[in-house]
């Protein structure tokens, strides 16, 4: 017969308990462990889903109105180039895939240039944004990616030109040096806080929570996208100076005061109340014929979206919303090109103009001060020829910008708060014969002639009562050098 004590009974009375404790501990871990999996397993779902949607709507609507079934005889634009639709697509290589032949046929050399531009999308797995949880900005971070989208072309444009494509296997040493150059934009949208990742949808969204008052996990617009861009770029030092405006108006003078930078001007605007204004429509799609264009980042109604071009009255797109793994950081000689597959896209997408979201965000890139005035006079042009246009130039510093400020202050929206130490007097750009930019009171005329390529343009001072009269006085500006130093006061040239 066994005894028992009495102390020996509470011992395993208290394990017990321990066991049973520990037991639903580690249950209730388990729990939250399969919470949380199947929220994100919900999210995944979700925005599955709503992908599939998106993607079958618009190629039902493609469909209806024959898009798909009759190929437009058109050519191509995307980013100031133009391709001919007669050029011959890639040919199928078998019977299998002639199935896919009803789908719109490419150019193989627009082909080329799309898969090279950089797609920034929804990301997942990703370090919390401080200080909430979100490890996914699928579902609210689209217009934010739009944004990353069309900065990710100014800064190919302004490494590689308008020449970007290069092979990944390459050995030569152009090659090389544009896979590492290549490499190190795209790590600038890594989603992370590395000190490369400038420009990281944590750092737009953190950033956004001062400048816009709006939570994280919180929808961006085209106002708040385009501000958050300059203040990281000023904050980084960045080698681009962003530029934004909300009134449509470029001040001249911001941009090449103490001295002109590569320049990304952003223009922020509203073309209508629920759909674009079609008076608009001739402007959009020759925006980006432009030469110095990055780009448009807009969409279809709660729905962001990167424009690179078009096609008859249709816009190509890049689409933010697809889910891909975050990238994970390491040394940039150690990448390979699968590893940065997910950031290029060989599937061009269509959606008609009159379906666009009128708010949007055109970008435009200067990498010269001879690319800044030949931006103005190609928008004059169209001006002359009466269409209405979004941007306009204005030769004098913004009446909203401190007078050394820099450029990537200026053109803040009309409402928020700027810099108002010091005064700002109107002033026009002109030569004093040195080839150096100097700055010259307004002409009576309120007008000036600026020479581009051997062309001479004529452009006019805001508020000027008559362009080009008899008693005009007129100045040739030399674009030897990127500069506007100011130098002296010239009353007379």
């Given amino acids: ?291 110095q264009s990055a780009g448009i980042a807009g969409g279809r109604p709660s729905s962001a979206l990167y424009f690179a071009g078009f096609q008859g009255d249709e816009m190509i797109y890049l689409d933010p919303h697809f889910t891909r793994p975050a990238v994970a950081q390491k040394q940039d000689d150690q990448y390979t090109e699968s590893d940065l597959a997910s950031y290029s896209c060989t599937t061009p997408r269509r959606l008609a103009i009159n379906r666009l979201d009128p708010c949007m965000v055109f970008g435009y890139y200067c990498g010269t001060l001879e690319s800044l005035i030949d931006l103005r006079s190609r928008i004059d042009l169209l001006v002359d020829d009466g269409m209405q246009t979004v941007v306009s130039f204005n030769n004098s510093s913004s009446p909203n910008a401190a007078d050394t400020g820099p450029a990537s202050l200026t053109g803040v929206p009309p409402n928020k708060e700027t810099c108002t130490t010091g005064a700002s007097s109107p002033r026009s750009l002109a030569n004093d014969g040195s080839g150096l930019l100097v700055k010259l009171p307004p002409s009576p005329s309120g007008s000036s002639r600026v020479s581009v390529d051997g062309a001479e343009v004529l452009v006019a001072d805001e508020g000027a009562d008559a362009v080009g009269n008899e008693n005009s006085v007129h100045s040739e500006i030399s674009l030897e050098k990127d500069t506007c130093s100011e130098e002296e006061w010239v009353t007379d040239l």
């Fill in 1 to 291: 017969m066994t005894v028992v004590n009495s102390s020996e009974l509470a011992d395993n009375n208290r394990l017990e308990e321990e066991v049973a404790n520990g037991a639903g501990q580690a249950d209730e871990n388990a729990a939250n462990t399969v919470s949380d999996q199947m929220s994100g397993l919900t999210v995944q779902v979700v925005n599955t889903l709503r992908e599939w949607y998106v993607l079958a709507s618009d190629s039902i609507a493609s469909l209806l109105e024959g898009r798909l079934l009759q190929q437009p005889a058109s050519d191509i634009w995307l980013l100031g180039r133009h391709y001919q639709q007669a050029e011959n697509a890639p040919e199928q290589e078998d019977q299998g895939q002639q199935i896919s032949s009803w789908l719109p046929s490419y150019p193989q050399s627009f082909v080329k240039d799309f898969s090279r531009l950089i797609w920034c999308t929804y990301r997942s797995s990703y370090p919390p944004i401080s200080p909430t949880a979100f490890t996914t900005d699928s579902g609210w971070g689209c217009m934010l990616r739009a944004g990353q989208t069309l900065l990710a072309q100014a800064l190919q444009l302004h490494h590689f030109g308008r020449e970007w494509e290069f092979d990944w296997r390459g050995t030569s040493e152009k090659d090389i040096s544009r896979r590492q150059q290549y490499v190190g934009i795209v790590k600038q949208f890594f989603d992370d806080y590395s000190r490369t990742s400038l420009f990281s949808i944590h750092r737009m969204a953190s950033l956004g929570t001062q400048l816009e008052g709006k939570d994280i996990g919180q929808w961006f617009g085209p106002y708040g996208t385009a501000a958050v861009i300059r203040e990281l770029a000023l904050k980084s030092n960045h080698e681009l100076s962003i530029y934004t405006t909300t009134d449509g108006t470029v001040y001249l003078a911001d941009i090449c005061e103490p001295e002109f930078k590569p320049t990304l001007i952003l223009v922020a605007t509203m073309l209508g109340i629920d759909r674009v204004n079609p008076v608009y429509y001739p402007f959009i799609q020759a925006s980006l014929t432009l030469p």
